[in-house]
């Protein structure tokens, strides 16, 4: 069958999305890796439950749902070839600008095609991040109103109150877990240790009570049996959604 000149450039133009969708079938993989392992997690594993969101559903439906338009848009290309390259065009537009786009949804995210930076564990990090912004909201409070931040568990127990025990995005052998708060003594900068559990909060403050640091553990995934110190911001060539500690940090204003 001798293929017209739109009918190649059609072809062409498909090939060019399939290459596209095919590069972000990973995550396909990766959401479906997470649903199965937390389906089949074993008493020993900490797993977040919900840890599909939107920025998620986007990653993994991105190379199905382009796959089959543009595969569904070459079965019409012999009866109607001009309207199947129109068509394809438009797809060759709106599919890398859908997936560099979807890192908007959350400041920081993302790399050249958006979808590859995607994390799975954004759930956790949104929980997390909520949490110890809300403490650090309460501690700065309480030390503005007394002239130094707290310098001891019971005065850190006293500004945060039961805040620092709501319910984590964390489960264990089908329990909830909630948020602990430790207290440490130090130069209030990023506290750091091997967790004893996902969803424990350091609190890190000077012994002058003028500064203090928050941070937290994780498991940087939907499931894992060994919790780490939580990050932020994205590593280099990977999908980790986390480099650095992610951390909120308050200073008393001596002008």
């Known amino acids: 069958m001798n293929l017209k000149g739109s009918q190649k450039t059609a072809l062409a133009f498909a090939a060019l999305l399939v290459l596209i969708s095919a590069w972000q079938l990973d995550e396909t993989i990766s959401a479906l890796k997470c649903w199965w392992n937390i389906k089949h997690a074993t008493p020993i594993e900490y797993l977040v439950p919900h840890w599909a969101t939107r920025y998620t ?7 199905p749902l382009w796959l089959s338009l543009s595969c569904g848009t070459v079965i019409l290309l012999h009866r109607r070839p001009v309207a199947a390259l129109v068509a394809l ?55 503005d109103s007394r002239g130094g931040f707290p310098t001891s568990q019971e005065a ?27 207290f440490q003594m130090g130069q209030g900068t990023p506290y750091s240790t091997n967790p004893e ?12 009570g003028t500064q203090f640091v928050l941070t937290i553990s994780g498991l940087n995934a939907p499931i894992s049996s060994r919790p780490a110190m939580m990050r932020a911001g994205a590593f280099l060539g990977g999908k980790q959604p986390w480099n650095g500690l992610l951390a909120t940090e308050e200073a008393l204003d001596h002008r």
């Open 197 to 208: 559990k996902p969803g424990v909060v350091y609190y890190s403050v000077n012994p002058s």
């Open 57 to 63: 559903w986007a990653s993994a439906l991105f190379a």
């Open 156 to 182: 850190l127990k006293d500004a945060v109150g039961d805040l620092s025990y709501e319910i984590s995005p964390y489960e264990r052998a089908s329990r909830e877990i909630r948020f602990d708060l430790k």
């Open 89 to 143: 065009s438009a797809y060759l537009l709106i599919a890398p600008i859908s997936c560099a786009s979807a890192p908007s949804l959350y400041e920081g995210a993302g790399g050249i095609l958006g979808l590859e930076e995607l994390p799975f564990a954004d759930a956790e990090r949104t929980a997390d991040t909520s949490h110890i912004i809300r403490l650090s909201q309460r501690i700065k409070v309480w030390g």
